[in-house]
C-alpha cells in the first residue's frame, strides 16, 4: 500500500513562510497525482493544491494563488507545498493526499485515495 507523511508545519507570523513536506513511501509507482487538502476547526476540508506526477502540471485554490506553490521530487516521492504571505485564516491542519490514474484536475477529497496523517499550521497576528 502507499503511506504519506506530512511535516514542516509549525507557527509562523502572518506574513512569513513554511514549505511543508509530503513523503510517500511503499507502493509509490500507484500515485498518479498528488494534492494538498486543508482543515479548520469547524470547516469542510478544502482544496489548496494539486499536481499531476507526470506532466508536473498544477492547479491551485483560487483563494490561495500567487501565495503559493506546489511541487514535485519524482525521485526522492516528495511532494511539497511553499507557502508565502501567510494570514492568519490559513491556520489549519493541512492534509497531503495520492491518487491512482485518472481524471485531472482533482479537487475533491473523495478523488483521493490515500491520505497523510496531517500537519499543524498555525498564523499568528
Same mark, same amino acid.
Given at each position: %500500500?502507499? %503511506?504519506?507523511?506530512?511535516? @514542516? @508545519?509549525?507557527?509562523?507570523?502572518? @506574513?512569513?513562510?513554511?514549505?511543508?513536506?509530503?513523503?510517500?513511501?511503499?507502493?509509490?509507482?500507484? *500515485?498518479? !497525482?498528488?494534492?494538498?487538502?486543508?482543515?479548520?476547526?469547524?470547516?469542510?476540508?478544502?482544496? !489548496?493544491?494539486? *499536481?499531476?506526477?507526470?506532466g508536473g502540471g498544477t492547479h491551485?485554490?483560487?483563494?490561495?494563488?500567487?501565495? *503559493?506553490?506546489?511541487?514535485?521530487?519524482?525521485?526522492?516521492?516528495?511532494?511539497?507545498? %511553499?507557502?508565502?504571505?501567510?494570514?492568519?485564516?490559513?491556520?489549519? !491542519?493541512?492534509?497531503?493526499?495520492?491518487?491512482?490514474?485518472?481524471?485531472?484536475?482533482?479537487?475533491?477529497?473523495?478523488?483521493?485515495?490515500?491520505?497523510? %496523517? @496531517?500537519?499543524?499550521? *498555525? !498564523?499568528?497576528?
Amino acid at each position: %500500500q502507499v %503511506q504519506l507523511v506530512e511535516s @514542516g @508545519g509549525g507557527l509562523v507570523q502572518a @506574513g512569513g513562510s513554511l514549505r511543508l513536506s509530503c513523503a510517500a513511501s511503499g507502493r509509490t509507482s500507484s *500515485i498518479y !497525482v498528488m494534492g494538498w487538502f486543508r482543515q479548520a476547526p469547524g470547516k469542510e476540508r478544502e482544496f !489548496v493544491a494539486g *499536481i499531476s506526477l507526470s506532466g508536473g502540471g498544477t492547479h491551485y485554490a483560487d483563494s490561495l494563488k500567487g501565495r *503559493i506553490t506546489i511541487s514535485r521530487d519524482n525521485a526522492k516521492n516528495m511532494v511539497y507545498l %511553499q507557502m508565502n504571505s501567510l494570514k492568519p485564516e490559513d491556520t489549519a !491542519v493541512y492534509y497531503c493526499a495520492g491518487g491512482s490514474i485518472g481524471a485531472w484536475p482533482r479537487i475533491r477529497p473523495s478523488e483521493y485515495g490515500y491520505w497523510g %496523517q @496531517g500537519t499543524q499550521v *498555525i !498564523v499568528s497576528s
